[in-house]
């Protein structure tokens, strides 16, 4: 057995293969690519996976790959074990319809004995109970003896399918015997005569994992015949490295031990020393180790930190190892700086890692720094929690508030556990884990990623194809060629019946690349089918929906009919998606890269790659860009060209789509002068004929969808019409009622009315004659939306003032409030929510109330135009009962986000959660009664 680097396993894996006439691919990008089942590329296998299907034909029936992957499924687990990684290498080769079981076993055999120079009498295999053949195999072609086979079950040799249906079949796994000793030391399992692999022990170690793929699950758990058999085998590049240094543990394999020396490097300058080698220690080197090089990979694949979705788990994994860098003392931005020492060791390898380098420090830098300022908040949190849990003197932390700092503040479940163990308490595991899971539910469901796979008897071959006519015309006839209800094919459907249908030729365009799937009618002498969605499975395109009337069946002709209007919204908003690509480009620079879309007849979002807010100038600059393309009225050109020619007409790639050999190149006209199109991009999508055909464009709004990425959300044609009609008409309501509640007062409020009668807002007439004379007039209007906006705001600010202050002869507000006060013992408490108002004017609200009366409580909120305020007032009479205005401010405030101060007679605080003004006014009565109660 000879020690390897990791670099030096990843070349001999490479040139093994190679010599076995394997194509070997670059690894994919850890973004499955059209595999919206999957988080993450989690296995070798995942972008074979439509390979292995059937419904997309391989560039080789052989194939070896070193893939890069993220498994997240025991993140909480990662640290405490010497094994668990989040982020690691899969080495696989992979045989589509090629070679089966003799020559993967006498290849894995080979490189194991030959070039690991592992020693043949301590591999040991597994195979599945039933799979004579492999086991013959084993012991004739590769001679291992049958005592070194062990017959294990489904629970451990079998594979798949991923998810509840797909390829799968029987695996078999190559282990190496540690020795004897092991299984009396603290991970074995006692007795090495009866120690076997497959067991808890760690004396046999897996290290290679062959799969034969020969059938295909249903939903319903029957297994049906392959058409063509597969090899999916997957080895650990680390496990194999560790193996063969004789290590137990991948965080002594060379290139990991190169990041944790950082680590430690990092730690003592930032604390001023080394801390103590412990468990806890030891597992905060490893996760920072893992972490740092996990987010680093999934930066760069363009994975960025989110609230939903994959983002939120990177955003959970950058958390959760800065709140590993607290326990060992570190309080500042850590990862960033181990981000170089990441690309240096794997950057010669995986390439992309030095093109994002500096995009990918400044998302992790401004990541760290906005998660410091939550932690603080979050250890806030839990002293609140710690104090109330010791008043009541519970036994058992509540899992919901142990939720509640996992999924607001980040706290991995362990930390609040061991913070909890440490006051003598345990926590409500049972609830965390229900809280959890619905969590999870509504993530899947929130993601709203859909897809399906075709039922094993699907009539499916390599010349059956949808013929895509689409991006000529709307309209078309066909045959059916394949129909499915539920998970099952059908030759025939009925009225009611709900599936899909595929056609030899269709006009649908089945969602792709950010545009959804069309909607419409397919229409046959004896039934009417209304389509719903599009979607497109290998080289097939189904049309998902119900059939309305009558019935139809496999090889009927039919007429397929797009939904026109529906069309053409979506391809204004998807033309005007290239324009926008291209406006941003330009006016911020070439380092956007676009890292999401959503094209939908409604409005179109784009999501890209920058480091901070755009500024109202840039904006507004983005949309005179696209405007000025649009009345260009260019002509808009499709061509299908080799990807490398594709490549040098400088067109824009999406980020994580995966291309063939064969492109589609949208180009948008010429810039007047410059010689260079409005827009060039690979895209597959339906467009507009000319520029001028989008009509009208314009910026709804700016955001983040996460650190260093941007997010616009863009209307387009009739759209921006629409949009500006809605803004006005709100705008109108508010103004009229306003004018109409100054009507019901007696106080003169004789200014406010005149300001709002002097607002101009146009009726939808007027917006649309304006648009079509000068289409940059969406820019106008939405400064005037602003404006008035604001006006009408500070003008019912000055209403609510007035209003406060109140007539010679009392404050109406005052006493409308005075009105439904509570009566809690001898007190009245007044429970307010006069949104609008600012501290100011809930200070003077209160002044008024404690002239009326001697023993009042008051407990305001507001919503104003800077953020939440929260105004707390009492009388002396409150006060010399024990009630402080300031210490309840500091109570509650957190609920906004916030804090304050102030007198115990009048206190204030702002903050930033509007929507936690009513839990704070709400935990302010019940406080305040506890008080008054005596308690």
Not at 430 to 445: D, P, Y
Not at 573 to 601: D, E, F, K, M
Request: glycine share 8%.
């Amino acid at each position: 057995m000879k020690a390897l680097t990791c670099a030096e396993l990843r070349k001999l894996w490479i040139e093994f293969f190679e010599s076995k006439k394997h194509l070997q691919l670059p690894s994919a990008s850890l973004l499955p690519a059209g595999d919206p089942t999957l988080l993450f590329t989690s296995a070798g296998m995942v972008p074979f996976k439509a390979y292995f299907e059937g419904a997309e034909t391989p560039p080789s029936p052989r194939i070896a790959t070193i893939q890069k992957c993220l498994r997240t499924t025991d993140l909480e687990v990662v640290g405490k074990t010497a094994r668990h990684c989040t982020f690691f290498e899969m080495l696989g080769n992979f045989s589509f319809g090629d070679y089966f079981k003799e020559e993967a076993i006498e290849w894995a055999w080979e490189f194991s004995v030959d070039w690991l120079k592992l020693d043949p009498k301590k591999i040991h295999i597994t195979v599945y109970e039933d799979d004579d053949e492999a086991i013959q195999i084993w012991n004739k072609k590769a001679g291992v003896p049958l005592e070194r086979i062990t017959r294990l079950g489904k629970d451990t040799n079998w594979w798949g399918p991923a998810g509840d249906s797909g390829p799968c079949g029987p695996c078999s796994e190559l282990y190496l015997d540690r020795g004897a000793h092991i299984c009396k030391g603290p991970t074995g399992c006692g007795d090495p005569d009866t120690c076997k692999p497959g067991s808890d022990c760690d004396r046999y170690l897996e290290y290679w994992n062959l799969v034969f793929n020969q059938f295909n699950q249903d939903t319903r758990g029957q297994l049906h015949p392959l058409p063509r058999t597969g090899i999916d085998t997957g080895a650990g590049l680390e496990r194999i490295v560790a193996l063969l240094g004789n290590t137990d543990t991948v965080y002594e394999t060379d290139e990991l031990v190169r990041i944790r020396t950082k680590v430690q490097e990092l730690v003592k300058e930032s604390t001023g020393k080394m801390p103590e080698i412990n468990d806890t220690t030891l597992a905060a080197f490893r996760v920072l180790t893992d972490h740092a090089r996990s987010s680093t990979f999934a930066l760069s694949d363009g994975i960025l930190p989110d609230n939903t979705g994959r983002g939120y788990v990177v955003r959970r994994i950058i958390r959760r190892a800065l709140l590993f860098a607290h326990h060992l003392g570190v309080n500042e931005p850590i990862l960033h700086r181990l981000h170089p020492e990441v690309v240096s060791i794997y950057g010669s390898f995986y390439p992309e890692l030095v093109a994002e380098q500096k995009k990918v420090h400044d998302i992790l830098l401004s990541e760290e720094q906005r998660f410091l300022t939550t932690l603080e908040t979050g250890v806030r949190k839990w002293d609140e929690y710690l104090a109330e849990a010791k008043a009541a003197k519970a036994k058992v932390f509540p899992g919901k508030q142990a939720f509640t700092l996992y999924d607001t503040f980040g706290f991995p479940l362990e930390m609040t556990i061991e913070l909890a163990e440490r006051n003598g308490m345990t926590v409500d595991l049972k609830e965390f884990e229900r809280l959890m899971e619905e969590q999870r539910e509504k993530a899947r469901t929130g993601a709203n990623w859909k897809d399906f796979k075709l039922p094993a008897d699907f009539p499916i071959s390599d010349e059956t194809r949808t013929e895509f006519v689409g991006y000529d015309t709307l309209s078309d006839e066909g045959a059916v060629i394949g129909m499915i209800i539920g998970d099952h094919t059908t030759s025939q459907m009925k009225a009611g019946d709900e599936g899909m249908i595929a056609t030899s030729r269709s006009p649908f365009y089945p969602e792709g690349g950010g545009q959804q799937g069309d909607t419409g009618f397919l229409v046959a002498k004896g039934g009417r089918f209304r389509v719903e969605d599009t979607r497109k499975k290998g080289e097939l395109i189904f049309h998902i929906g119900r059939l309305e009337e009558g019935a139809l069946k496999t090889g009927d002709r039919i007429e397929l009919k797009v939904d026109t209007d529906r069309r053409t919204l979506l391809i204004g908003h998807h033309s005007a998606t290239h324009l926008l690509n291209s406006g941003l480009r330009s006016v911020l620079g070439t380092h956007i890269l676009q890292t999401g879309s959503l094209v939908s007849p409604d409005y179109l979002r784009f999501d890209f790659s920058h480091p901070k807010r755009m500024e109202p100038d840039e904006i507004e600059q983005v949309e005179r860009s696209v405007i000025k393309a649009i009345m260009a009225k260019a002509k808009v050109e499709a061509k299908i060209l080799p990807i490398d020619e594709a490549k040098k007409t400088g067109a824009i790639a999406t980020f994580g789509e995966k291309y063939g050999e064969q492109v589609r190149v949208i180009t948008m006209g010429e810039r007047q002068g410059e010689n260079e199109p409005y827009s060039v991009e690979f895209c597959g999508g339906c467009h507009v004929k000319n520029t001028g055909d989008i009509a009208l464009f314009h910026i709804l709004r700016e955001s983040s969808p996460g650190a260093g990425n941007r997010r616009i959300e863009a209307v387009a044609g009739k759209r921006v019409t629409a949009y500006f009609d809605e803004q006005f008409s709100e705008l109108r309501a508010e103004q009229k009622r306003l004018l109409d509640e100054i009507a019901t007062h007696k106080v003169d409020l004789q200014a406010e009315s005149k300001d709002l009668k002097a607002l101009a807002l146009p009726d939808v007439k007027a917006i649309e004659s304006s648009l079509e004379k000068d289409p940059e007039q969406s820019i106008v209007f939405e400064k005037q939306i602003r404006y008035a906006r604001e006006a009408l705001k500070s003008i019912e600010k000055r209403m609510r003032k007035a209003l406060a202050k109140g007539p010679a002869d009392g404050a109406e507000l005052a006493e409308s409030l005075l009105a439904s006060a509570k009566s809690t013992g001898a007190f009245k408490v007044v429970v307010a929510r006069p949104d609008s108002l600012d501290g100011q004017a809930l200070k003077a609200l209160a002044d008024v109330l404690r002239e009326r009366e001697s023993k009042l409580i008051l407990l305001a909120g507001s919503a104003t135009e800077k953020g939440p305020v929260l105004v707390y007032s009492c009388t002396a009479e409150a006060v010399k009962v024990g009630l402080d205005c300031s210490d309840l401010i500091r109570q509650t405030s957190a609920h906004i986000g916030g804090k304050g101060g102030g007198k115990k007679d009048m206190a204030q605080a702002g903050g930033t959660l509007v929507e936690g003004i009513e839990k704070a006014l709400a935990e302010a009565t019940a406080l305040v009664e506890a008080r008054l109660a005596g308690k």
